[in-house]
């Protein structure tokens, strides 16, 4: 099986309990140290194998192989990879199942965090998620006020749109976000625009 490492958390003498998000649920596993095993973290696309224990309802991971991308070596890159990455499993530890949507995402995210600002592909694949849980609010009504947004508009957590003026933060250009709602794309996204809106990101999916 392949997944991505969502959570990691150390127990006794350096064992690791480990949640994967893979291309049908979230798998939470049972990770034994030793001189043998290859060093994982979060936010690792990993080979694995899930095998029953008779002493834990919990299963012990083995056979781990870690499928890795070149930019992993960069700090600054895998620094916000692994704040993307974390959010996932506050948003869907309860859930059962969660179908190929999350993996894939992730997946393809994966596939470009090389190639482009970071930032940006995180910000493009958090719309996707808003969308394919129908939580994304295209109506220009401020959050707060209720009252519709002529222009100035921002963004509040999970992209709520809100009057500056009601949120007291900067506003983002209505083409740019347009945009970035219709065609998953930040292009007409300034460099401000974008760390604002990772900052919205890291609150919290």
Aim: proline share 2%.
């Amino acid at each position: 099986m392949q997944g991505f490492i969502i959570k990691l958390n150390r127990v006794k003498d350096e064992d690791l309990i480990v949640t994967i998000i893979s291309e049908t649920n979230l798998t939470t596993l049972y990770r034994f140290y030793g001189a043998r095993h290859s060093p994982i973290n979060l936010g690792f696309k990993i080979d694995y194998e899930s095998e029953a224990s008779l002493k834990s309802s919990v299963n012990r991971m083995r056979d781990v192989i870690h499928l890795g991308y070149s930019w992993l070596s960069d700090y600054n890159r895998l620094r916000i990879w692994q704040q993307f990455i974390s959010l996932f499993h506050p948003h869907l530890q309860h859930s059962e199942e969660i179908g190929s949507f999350y993996f894939m995402l992730i997946d393809q995210a994966a596939q470009k965090w090389k190639e482009q600002n970071p930032k940006r592909i995180a910000i493009e694949a958090y719309v996707q998620i808003l969308k394919h849980e129908g939580r994304l609010h295209r109506q220009e009504i401020c959050f707060f006020c209720d009252k519709s947004i002529i222009d100035n508009i921002s963004l509040i957590r999970a992209f709520l749109p809100a009057h500056q003026e009601c949120s007291h933060t900067l506003s983002i250009n209505a083409k740019g976000l347009s945009w970035l709602y219709t065609q998953h794309s930040t292009l007409f996204l300034d460099d401000t625009e974008i760390e604002r809106l990772w900052n919205i990101v890291c609150e919290g999916f």
